[in-house]
């Protein structure tokens, strides 16, 4: 048993909640078979641990008394770290598309635009409108703005209007994200 200790001692973790970092007087202690032990001393927790040749890990700071289990430290890293890992890929990080047009845009080419913009949004991603202006073109902003508007009504059922349409040099842009799933 001497050495197993000697093994737990010479590990070196800088984190606040293993070992002889946890402070508190009191805890919750889980042992290493998943078994409630009860409401225990640290030191004596720390004992118990040392005993087995494992770690004693702080669960939960957040209940009253601290959550504590004994276990391998370097394992529940692993643990938490691949769980991290698995989340991060279920997650849907939602990008920014562009669907650029001119206030003249005839009627065609108008459909294959707003055709982009739900097929973008049903995926997930945000969708970003921009009305270019060239030369003098510049002076109908007032018609760039009602083609936005129009487009944000047609776009109504799958989409909400995130920014409204600003003017940005020589071109309005508004930014559509989609709607949420309210059924959920």
Do not use: W
Not at 146 to 162: G, N, P, R, Y
């Amino acid at each position: 048993m001497q050495e197993k200790s000697k093994t737990v001692k010479q590990r070196n973790y800088n984190k606040a909640d293993i070992n002889h970092n946890i402070t508190y007087s009191q805890i919750r202690l889980i042992s290493s078979s998943g078994s409630q032990l009860g409401i225990v001393s640290s030191q004596e927790a720390i004992k118990l641990a040392e005993a087995e040749g494992l770690d004693l890990v702080m669960i939960s700071d957040k209940s009253k008394p601290p959550v504590c289990k004994i276990i391998d430290y370097g394992k529940y890293k692993f643990i938490q770290e691949k769980k991290a890992k698995e989340a991060r890929k279920k997650q849907h990080h939602a990008s920014l598309k562009e669907v650029k047009m001119r206030y003249r845009i005839e009627a065609h080419d108008y459909k294959v635009r707003i055709n982009q913009a739900h097929r973008f949004l049903t995926a997930g991603d945000k969708v970003k409108a921009t009305v270019t202006f060239k030369g003098r073109e510049i002076q109908h902003t007032n018609l760039a703005l009602e083609l936005l508007k129009k487009m944000s009504q047609d776009l109504d059922t799958v989409a909400e209007i995130q920014q409204s349409p600003s003017k940005d040099g020589r071109q309005i842009i508004m930014i559509l994200s989609p709607k949420k799933n309210r059924s959920k």
